[in-house]
Each structure stands twice: as C-alpha cells, then as structure tokens.
C-alpha cells in the first residue's frame, strides 16, 4: 500500500513560525510519530512526504535517524492541502492502484488504524477514517444566526487515513482543477464526482494536531501511551 504524507502546510492556527510538524512531542518532532506508525503498518511499503523545499533538511534528516526499511519519497508541496495531494499523486510509482493519504498532523494515528483502512481500501474505491460526532453541530449564517441543527445520528467528523482508487482520485483532483471546487478532504472530491466513499470507524485519539491546546492533548495521549507501553492498538472509539 502507497502512503502520502502531506505535510507541507505553514501552521498558522498553531501560531508558529515554522511547519508545525517540526514541532517536538516527547523529544521528538510532531511527524517522526506519524512516520513511526507507517514503518510499524504491516501493509504500508512505500511512503510519499509532501513537503516545502524550506522543510526538506529538516525532515530528510529526520528520516535519516529513523533508518525506515520502507522506501520514501519527497514531493514539493502546494499552496495548500488541495494542491499538496494533487502533486502527490502525480509522484506515486506506476504500480500503485491504491493509496492511503494521511495528514502529518495527525500523528497519533496508530498501526491498527493505517492498516484497517488498507484492508478496506481492498474492497472499496474510496474510503475515510472517522468518528461519530459527539457535541451537537449547528449550521449559522454570516450573521451568527442558527439555521440548522442537523440530526446528529447521521453526522461523522471526518479524520485521516482516507483511501481510494488512484486513478479515480486522479480524474476527481482534476475535474475539481477545471471546476474550481476548493475543498478541504480528498473525500470531498470522490463525493463531488458521485463516487462512494465509505466509513472506517477512526479513533477518538487520532485528532489533528491544529493549535496549540492540540499539542498539548497529544503530548498527554502520548505520554499515557508510552507510560503503559501500548504500542497505540488504537481505540475505535465508542458511540
Ligand atoms: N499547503 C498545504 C497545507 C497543509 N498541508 C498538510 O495538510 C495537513 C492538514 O493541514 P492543517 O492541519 O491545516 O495544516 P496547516 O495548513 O499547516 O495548518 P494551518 O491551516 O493552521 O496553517 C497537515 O499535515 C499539513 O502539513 C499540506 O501538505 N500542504
Ligand atoms: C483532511 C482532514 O484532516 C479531514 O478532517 C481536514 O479536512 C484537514 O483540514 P485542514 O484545514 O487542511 O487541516
């Protein structure tokens, strides 16, 4: 299974003046974590880190000490996570039918999860990692005014792994370069093109490392993690 990595975003919302994915936990940085469970994926063999040329030492020397036995491969970035994907999967290697893209930040994702999502990207053409919404979520105007509260029984937040055909994601990324959707998951661009996209339960640890109360709460989860010697069998969450 291919895996991309984008992680060449700016980490504006973690107020910080380099790729929060340089960021340290436990005295490491934010995406050796994220790397560790793709070398620790029984189906992953081949990884993609999409990347800004600013970032490319630091990561490659990243890389370096982890002496990963799992090929990888640095692909230039874009403006944004959109972009990013799309030159992505312009570099995967001829042989790869299915992909796996991961977001760098979402370093707590475990082994079991990447490889759940593998298995069932086998069987299926396009799939998400995600979790059943738990706080009741209102839709508001520009005004602030509520408009909606849909009913929560059918709503999932959205995580990664998400998985598909590559070259149905292919069409998609570039149907949506013609029409000018700008979304903010792959998913969304399968959904656009009336292609299914199936759930994986995800797991309520896997958050976005986004601001700086998510580093925190990683670092927490992570602590706990290695306190108890769980190598992250993951928790698929409960509803
Ligand atoms: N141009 C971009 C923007 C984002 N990402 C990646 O997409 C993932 C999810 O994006 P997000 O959490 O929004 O990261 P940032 O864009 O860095 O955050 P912000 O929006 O706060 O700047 C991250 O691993 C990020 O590195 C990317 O590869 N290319
Ligand atoms: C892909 C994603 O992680 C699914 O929840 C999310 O959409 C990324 O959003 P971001 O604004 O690029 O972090």
């Given amino acids: 299974m291919h895996l991309l990595i984008p992680a060449a975003g700016m980490g504006r919302r973690m107020g910080s003046s380099r790729n929060k994915l340089l960021l340290t936990l436990l005295g490491k940085p934010l995406i050796f974590w994220t790397l560790q469970a793709a ?15 600013e970032d490319l030492p630091d990561l490659k020397a990243i890389v370096e000490e982890m002496t990963l036995t799992k090929p990888v491969q640095f692909i230039q970035g874009g403006k944004t996570r959109q972009e990013s994907v799309y030159n992505g999967l312009q570099a995967l290697p001829d042989n790869a039918h299915h992909v796996l893209i991961h977001d760098g930040a979402r370093c707590l994702a475990t082994p079991d999860l990447l490889d759940r999502c593998a298995e069932a990207l086998q069987k299926c053409q396009g ?18 005014l509520i408009k909606d509260t849909p009913d929560r029984s059918h709503l999932w937040a959205a995580q990664t792994p998400q998985g598909f055909e590559v070259q149905l994601l292919k069409q998609c990324h570039e149907t949506g370069l013609k029409s ?4 903010t998951d792959d998913a969304a661009l399968f959904e656009k093109c009336r292609l299914p996209v199936r759930i994986v339960q995800g797991e309520e640890t896997n958050l976005k490392v986004t601001t700086p109360v998510d580093l925190a709460i990683a670092q927490y989860i992570l602590h706990q993690r290695q306190g108890t010697g769980d190598k992250g069998q993951g928790d698929k969450g409960t509803r």
Avoid: E
């Fill in 180 to 183: 000018g959707w700008v979304v």
């Fill in 39 to 53: 070398a620790a994926s029984r189906y992953i063999n081949w990884i993609g880190i999409i990347c800004q040329l």
């Fill in 127 to 144: 799939l998400i990692a995600a979790v059943p919404v738990k706080d009741t979520i209102k839709v508001v105007d520009r005004t602030g």
